[in-house]
């Protein structure tokens, strides 16, 4: 098993990528030794001296995995347990460190760093910026391209939980060829992308205003509320026009910077009386989803239009 590190520490709140680091070094143990045994425990498991019977070699020198989960929460003499196996490893057994983050058992994660284990870092990705980079991430894990307004439509799509990002990467990869574009996320993922009044929004601003009507009624159709769109409207009007206004000093209004970028590109295209004239339609259309007008489907379909 000399392929494979002999120790490593995956620490970090994600539990998707923890989990992904771990498959990954079962998965490589196991090519270098196909019986190789994977022995997977968390500290409640562990009786005294459990954990240097459970890492100590087998009768014959078998290879074998040791994952440790849920490190923070050793008890001392786990711990004790733990530091006098890393002074003198077995040469047979690979050991997976799970650490979830935070500072509870920092000094013992201090000290095993000390020791140059193979480090996976596992933050939580909470920006979408963040997911979007996953997403594109996850392209290039499977050798294959995405563009950035893609990887947002998915992320917009799917959510935040970095498993169905995956999976649904997984599955446009398996189900297209080539570079995927934001043509491809709409095709398979069209029941979900358009929950978002933002999608629409952004479509209306950049003056999409076809795709915007196509992605609004089936929004409309699948039940999301009307007075969400608006919101999304409102709010993306308001950002455009604070970026505009800050011109060479966007950067200090906090926006990541995919988001910034955007909304750059979208901004070349309006000039203050524009905006106010919108916002003035984002305001009549607002008071007409929420009862002021007889139909909110068309109030909406009138405000893409004044895009």
Known sequence: MTTVPPLTLVTGPEEFL????VAEVVAAARQADPSVEICDV???????????????????????????????????????????????????TVLVLVHGGGVKGKAFLDAIKKRKPNLVDCPK??????????????????????????????????????????????????????GVDEAAVAKYYQGRAEVSGF????????????????????ALDTGVAPVLIVSAFAT?????GKVAA????????????WQLDKLRRQARSWNPARLGAALRSVAEADAAVKGAGADPAFALERLVLTM
């Open 125 to 178: 990705m909470s920006k979408p910026g963040d997911r979007i980079g996953f997403v594109k991430a996850e392209f290039r894990r499977a050798g294959r391209t995405v563009t950035d307004e893609a990887a947002r439509a998915l992320s917009d799509a799917v959510g935040s939980d970095l498993r169905e990002l995956a999976a649904a990467a997984s599955q446009l990869v398996a189900d297209t060829e080539g």
């Open 18 to 21: 923890a989990d992904r680091a």
């Open 199 to 218: 999608a629409i929004a952004d479509l209306a601003i950049e003056g999409r205003r076809y795709e915007a009507l196509e992605q609004l009624r089936f």
């Open 236 to 240: 993306g009007l308001r950002r455009l």
């Open 246 to 257: 800050a011109g060479g000093n966007a950067r200090d209004l906090g926006l990541p910077p």
């Open 42 to 92: 968390a500290p409640g498991q562990l009786a005294p001296g459990g954990f240097a019977e459970l890492a100590s070699p087998s009768l014959f020198g078998e290879a074998k995995v040791v994952i440790l989960r849920g490190v923070q929460d050793l008890s001392t003499e786990q711990i004790a347990e733990v530091t006098r196996y890393l002074a003198d490893p077995a040469d047979t």
